[in-house]
């Protein structure tokens, strides 16, 4: 059944490399408790202790948020073909934006998404895997290309001022420093 590690292992990470979707969760000391789900081939193993994913636009910026004043994330993924498994990675991260020095070398790790706006970046403290036995199979029919669609129609202007209005906030009114001066408004 389940087990507790201290790293990813090789199995774990081919596990990882495998799966088309994963979930974040994230929480500030106070406040909304944020879960969402990711795809488009935005994670990256970096080591048995560390993985990164590449966070694009969207209607809002709860992770960012969440990080900035307490940095625990956990990620989730589940095996919805082949053999049952649920891997979670607890630890702690930051976010990288486009204004910070570490963004180019990161960004780099993924291919490019139209509508880009930050990396995270995992340090994993604790991997637990569970049966997954209660999880329903699911087939993957391919990814969604609405969201790149609409960013590809954006400016960089635009898309400034969509991250000014949507993303600069959480819905709790915490800052995400996904612009210089949201943390001075």
């Not at 995992?122 to 990814?143: I, K």
């Not at 210089?180 to 408004?185: A, G, Q």
């Given at each position: ?27 500030g ?22 993985v ?17 004043e ?116």
């Amino acid at each position: 059944m389940g087990k507790q590690l201290d790293a990813i292992t090789p199995v774990l990470k081919a596990f990882i490399e495998q799966q088309k979707i994963f979930f974040v969760g994230t929480a500030g000391e106070t406040g909304t408790v944020n879960v969402s789900p990711k795809g488009m081939d935005s994670l990256r193993v970096l080591g048995p202790k560390q993985v990164a994913w590449l966070n694009v636009t969207g209607s809002g910026n709860e992770s960012a948020a969440h990080i900035l004043e307490y940095p625990r994330m956990t990620l989730m993924f589940c095996a919805f073909e082949g053999p049952p498994m649920i891997l979670r990675l607890y630890g702690q991260a930051r976010v990288v934006h486009g204004h910070d020095r570490e963004w180019n070398e990161l960004y780099a790790l993924f291919g490019p998404l139209p509508g880009a706006r930050q990396v995270f970046v995992l340090d994993v403290q604790l991997v637990q895997t569970s049966c997954g036995m209660a999880v329903p199979h699911y087939a993957y029919q391919g990814e969604r290309q609405e969201l790149n669609h609409w960013a590809l129609r954006k400016s960089p202007e635009e898309l400034h001022d969509y991250w000014q209005q949507k993303n600069s906030f959480s819905i709790d009114g915490k800052p995400t420093a996904i612009l210089r001066d949201d943390l001075t408004v």
